[in-house]
């Protein structure tokens, strides 16, 4: 029995993984280089290695297959982050020490995320480049992340293990120097160094905000 060919220059799916993830990885890497309007359909299932037809089936319109971009991205955010937090508020009945050690390793956890997947802050920052445009997304797929943040720093607040007058605004502060330092990262700065300094200044500010744990 003869196989059917591929087609010539046509790349060839990952079969080890389900069509809409192969999908969903390549329209994440597209939108994150050229932003909404600037990608079509065809050229994510070029880049899929499936027909435009496939790519409708999985995900529908491209407003959805943008949509479904966020919310992947955002599973993956939220798994690690979540885990983290939970590990921190329970830190937080073991003193103020405690407390901000765990601190410490919640945002170890975020920067270890995006620098392993910098196409997040890619398709963030393309997408807040038009701040008018598609802001449903920040209300689904980052408000959740902030909150869960925010709200462990005012329970930590409420135990006294810190004083945190405005929770939101250190969070929203902490992310954009994170993804600013992807950017970074992603423009060539010398990578391992640039690791370990960010790391460093990042603890440097949370010790500055509410004090340093005892060795």
């Not at 103020?96 to 920052?125: G, K």
């Amino acid at each position: 029995m003869t196989m059917p060919r591929r087609r010539p220059g046509r790349p060839r799916r990952d079969e080890t993984r389900p069509t809409r993830e192969v999908v969903l990885t390549a329209a994440t890497a597209l939108f994150a280089e050229r932003g909404f309007d600037a990608v079509g359909l065809r050229e994510v299932a070029a880049a899929a290695g499936v027909d435009v037809a496939t790519v409708a089936h999985h995900t529908g319109t491209k407003a959805a297959l943008y949509e479904a971009c966020f919310a992947r991205v955002f599973a993956a955010e939220r798994d690690v982050l979540t885990e983290a937090a939970e590990q921190a508020r329970a830190a937080l009945d073991a003193g103020p020490d405690a407390a901000r050690r765990a601190l410490h390793e919640l945002v170890d956890v975020f920067v270890d995320f995006l620098e392993d997947r910098p196409e997040t802050t890619a398709l963030w920052l393309r997408r807040w480049l038009e701040p008018q445009r598609h802001a449903e997304l920040d209300q689904r797929y980052a408000d959740p992340l902030y909150r869960l943040v925010a709200e462990l720093l005012t329970a930590a607040a409420a135990t006294g293990a810190l004083a945190e007058p405005t929770p939101h605004i250190t969070v929203r502060s902490l992310v954009w120097a994170t993804h600013g330092h992807v950017v970074a990262l992603a423009a060539g700065a010398p990578g391992a160094r640039e690791r370990r300094e960010f790391r460093a200044f990042v603890h440097r500010l949370l010790d500055g905000l509410y004090g340093s744990p005892t060795p």
